[in-house]
């Protein structure tokens, strides 16, 4: 039964579902890179996604707009971010358990929103599939990658994008000296706090962005709690990729197809515990992290809040 | 610091000691009036509008509140109560505040009843889904027999597959669901047992993205009729949508979610049940009974969608197999 | 101790400040619960019946009183691990897992040998809670420390894991015999012996677990800023690279820390099983369990300063919070989202809260003989985020 693993349907099955599957940790875990670059966690991913999800789907329920939903999205993370950046940069609270109480508020409020603003679970129509012409007509790599949907495109195409600003810009490189050094960048005249600002800022935006994508992309649905935990892999997976847009890439797609094997493992019957085949993309993350050789050090300013002297 | 300590402690033992002295007074019994309203108080684990498990109950005291008349049914709930510790402080609660009957509808508060109830014995009790009164006068056990419906899914199921291969996406491996998939699975093999039925278990009952893709991948295995239990399925009948796949649902009337694709619901009527729990009541029987949801009673109901064309035979075979069910000529193994 | 050198001049009005700010995290909370009465508002509660409801929920009574207390001894337990950690610079957020896995192996002892006389037995019982979660945050420790995995990723993922063990050691090997044969299946554990079970402290829900959580607050105290192992846990913890050039075993030590902090989470897990429900119950989620306590300890513990000692009234207060906020959705009936919406806010100004004290702190002081005791560490290579002091 095993060997059934190895059929041409399988691979490209689970190929496809782990693309699906890795698009929201695209978006929040690059969202949190710049963040963690710039020194500061942000662990109320979950939260932002949450509210972003239920905006975003309100808005397509509503006005059937889908560029009006992903701008309420980005509206209410830059939001999130702000407020987020206020109290971890302003207030220099504490920063972890400041992103638990945000992840409890967003939690909270799109729960609390759902259930008075709409009330019933319903679908909706959102981003469809898009077939890339050409490419997608190429026999099984075509299917694979290049009929996904418009949401799905982009996050894979933010990855080069987060890389190019990160080490290839100015402002990617005042982003990395506030995360080692923000004394020494300071003294350069960099704005620690305004680049830290932006980076939590565009964080919350992409990680709203990433709910989106849930409701109204992939599923085209809302649901309370739906986003069970993802937020919070999405932040372990920046740990998992050093803090490098390509190596956040390979973790989410790691935990996303080994999530989708399990579900073949299932579906084939292959006679392991149920429970056994859901544990084996958590097991996997840290055994592939364990080996790995190429683990980089994190930025020295990370979770440090800065004082301008004088 | 440590004078800080000190001082801490201090006002907060004072701070302590004045709310303690102004206790609110003990909540007043009211005297049983026939024309006072019935008050029950519902504890679940889920959302009230999760359209599966916590909603099905909702819907029954919406729908007895109708029944009854005005005035005649209040009802409260505290939901989401997954936190067994929690949910057992509200249920004490609402005992203490005199509510006439509690319904701890979760599997997981069996505990807290079996600890609660002996301290209110003029209030009733009701625990679900089970089967367990713990021998107590004042606690009802009341259960689904979900496995029955899932029987007949199955069967409508067999007759509709052209691939022979079906999908089941399932939370959690335990429970109603293990329950409903089996009784799913017995159904299949009751009409043609080559028939290939496949269950995933996704491990969560909220992963909607998961159960999404646990329908794809059913789906590009072949399957070309689904089901499942729990609140995340909604993204796995998105998905059948998607395919034109048949789903078949449990819990609630998934009908209205996707018209084109949903065959037949599973549906609890639990008013049947509740109906029974408090005409009991009025006799002044106030546990002791065990009661389940089933074809027979209409607790359960099978919702066909009127608005797809089945085909004359498979409805005949569902009225057939229903009937079987409750004259208990057929019997799940 | 504490010759405070602090009080300059007007000492009286000094050390009333000082008193004031430590007062901080309840003001914050108020502050909060006023920017909630907006939504409670909106949602056509009154906000006065709903904020009574909470304080009467909370601390109105002598049961009221014991949920709180109840509630407060895994945040307590928690809490002291979170300290720990912190002191040694890890962020440990596998207070989750840790609590299962405590459980599970405490449970499962509990279940197999039914014979032992009661205090043989809970003490048993106690040290595989201990030996539950200390595995369960041994090894983030050992991969951080010899592998360079980050804790904050191989805590989360083992959350994960230890949910899917727990649901499957208790629909499975675990069971319930009574729930294997009836058609229910819940999973379950059977109960456990009369004889085990914690014993009660009054006649409430409240047990001894209280009293054992106190103590060792104290003996988490005594550990950290009186042992040879504590000062070496807080020298890795403040300066990885001065304390290996003083010659301690940063590796072993950075182990000890997640070590002792998961030790902690495992006991509350086995103090559930013990003295609250007196079986294992699981929902599918963590959540359904734990009550979110490996989180809401973490929390705790910042309201105590991480100071062992101090997030003993924190993680009452915290308790009272969430106990009083359960009755009040009740009284009020509004959704339980509502609720968890405010721990959120609640939890966001106490946090933003540290801002204030530690303005007035430093206006305060003008020159201070360094504490050891309550002082951050100054440079901190990881963690949940550094107060600045």
Redesign the interface.
Known sequence: MIKDLFTATVIIGIISSGIRLATPYLYAAIGEMFGQRSGVLNLGVEGQMLLGAFVAYFVVLRTESLLLAILAAIGVGALMGLAMGFVTIQLQATQGIAGIGFYLFGMGMSNLLFQKLIGVVENIDGFSAIKIPLLGDIPVIGEIFFRQNLLVYLAFLLVPLAWFVLNKTTLGLKIRAVGENPEAADSLGVNVALVRYFTVTLGGILSSIAGASLSVALLNVFQQNMTAGQGFIAVALVYFGSWRPFGILAGALLFSMVNALQLWIQVLGIPIPSELAVMLPYILTILVLTLSLTKGKGPSALTKAFEREG | ?????K???L??IT??LV??C???APPVEEPEVSDQPLRVAIVT?S?M???AFSQSISDAMQALQKEMGEGKLEY???????????A???IR??AQQGFDIILAH???Y??SVQEIAPDFPNTVFAWG????TFDMPNVHAY?A?S?EGGFVNGVMAALLTETKVI?VVG??????A??YIDGFAAGVKSVDPEIDV?????????????A???A???L??GADVLTGSA??V??AI?KA?EAGAYWFGTQADQT???PDVVVASQVYHWEVILREIFALRQDGVLGGETFAATLDNGGQVIKINPDLDLGQDVLDEAERVIQGIIDQTISIP | MSQSKKLTSHPAKKRFAAVFDSFMPIFATIAALLVGAIFLLLLDANPITAYSALLEGAFGSFNAFAETLVKAIPLLLVGLGTCIAYRGSVTNIGGEGQMIVGALLSTWIGLSFTNLPGWLMITIAMLAGILGGAVWGGLPGVLKAYFNVNEILSTVMMNAIAVQIMNYMLRGPMIDPVQAEAASQIPQTARLEMAYRLPRLVPTRLHIGLLIAIILAVMVYVLLWRTTLGYRIRAVGQNQSAAKYGGIDVKKHIVLALLLSGAFAGLAGMMQVYGVNYRMITDGSATGFTGNAGFNGIVAALFGQLHPLITIPASILFGGLLVGANSMQRIVQVPSALITALNGLVVVFVVSSEYFRRRSQRKRIAFIESEDEGKPPKERSEGLGEAAS
Request: proline residues 2%; aromatic residues 8%; negative net charge.
């Open positions: 610091m440590k004078n800080t300590i001082l801490f402690s006002l907060l701070v302590l709310a303690g102004t206790q609110a684990p959302s509008n999760d359209l409260v709930y505290s939901e989401n109560m997954f936190v067994v510790d929690d057992a402080a509200a609660s609402y979760g599997s997981q069996g505990s889904t089970t089967v367990d259960e027999a496995d999908g939370p959690i491996e335990t429970g109603d293990k329950l496949r269950v995933t278990y996704i491990g969560s009952f909220s992963d909607v993205a998961l999404a893709e646990a794809t991948t059913h590009s295995a609140q995340m909604i993204g998105g949508k209205s979610f996707a």
